[in-house]
């Protein structure tokens, strides 16, 4: 049995399609102890982008289990409305483990026939897509499962047609699907796109391609109105059809980029349904994303529309 979770909000100015999932982060001082918290590069947009003043709702499912509720109650906290969150009792919300060594973090997953992986285009919220200013997907929310990405097609079709907006960030994750079916999807899922958020890994191994204009060109062929190609310390590279132009970083001691990526990609979708220009938008979204890195994790150091405005001001 299937229940769709009510939340009192009207129609959100932005909704975040994909996957949220719980984390188990490994602690530093003790491998057999893990600290909990929240993941899913979809739901760190959403949280991001409420921060920053616009109303945001999400769309997907989860377990009818304790994680699932925590995620819940997660969005509930964010003032992320959940109208369009799924609860399905036949499938668990997807879990995953983060551990240390050497070389590095890694990743485990536990999300095979997850929840969110059973979503359908028959779940697609019609009405709250007519009503959204923009709908906000990434390359996970096509990777998990074929009906799954049917799902975010649909959507994607469906706001663009009721003259919204489609957000898509590349975040390629091999381990969820080869490298050629990506590149077929994400091209198609180009061509139903308005403003492409890609990091550099991800768009230079989805378009083969390692000239950052040539990467643009590329995007914007595909029919793409506004691009900002994500570079880390060095800002970001924001082009239209008219104009591109370096937008440059916001320098802070970073202690944690966990999320700083989804993090940019809120600030600067929240920024133009609030009216900014991309190049506007592009800068107060460099500014948001380098505080979010001061802090550890990805949900807990973003910061609100307040602390961002007042360090530009500064």
Known sequence: MTQVDRNVMSTPQVLAM???????????????????????????????AR??????????AVGDDLFGRMLLDLWRDENVDTQCVRVDAQAPTGVYFVSHDENGHHFDYLRAGSAASRYRVQDVPDEALGGAK?????GISLAISVNACDAAFDAMSKIRAAGGQVSFDTNLRLKLWPLARARATMREAFSLTDVCLP????VTAVTGLEDRDAILDELLSHGVKVVALKLGREGCYVATPQER???????????????????????????????????????YANVCAALSTTGYGAVAPVPYAEQVLQQMAA
Not at 134 to 138: P, R, T, V, Y
């Open 199 to 202: 990091s550099w890994d991800d």
């Open 18 to 48: 994909g996957e949220a999932m719980i984390e188990f982060n490994q602690s530093p001082t003790d491998a057999r102890q893990y600290l909990q918290g929240f993941g899913g590069d979809t739901s760190n947009f959403a949280i991001a």
């Open 51 to 60: 921060r920053q003043g616009v109303s945001t709702g999400f769309v997907s």
């Open 245 to 283: 132009r370096i937008v440059a970083p916001y320098p802070v001691q970073a202690v944690d980029a966990t999320g700083a990526g989804d993090c940019f990609g809120g600030a600067f979708v929240a920024r133009l349904a609030l009216g900014d220009d991309p190049f506007t938008a592009a800068r």
């Open 134 to 138: 923009f709908l906000h997907l990434s």
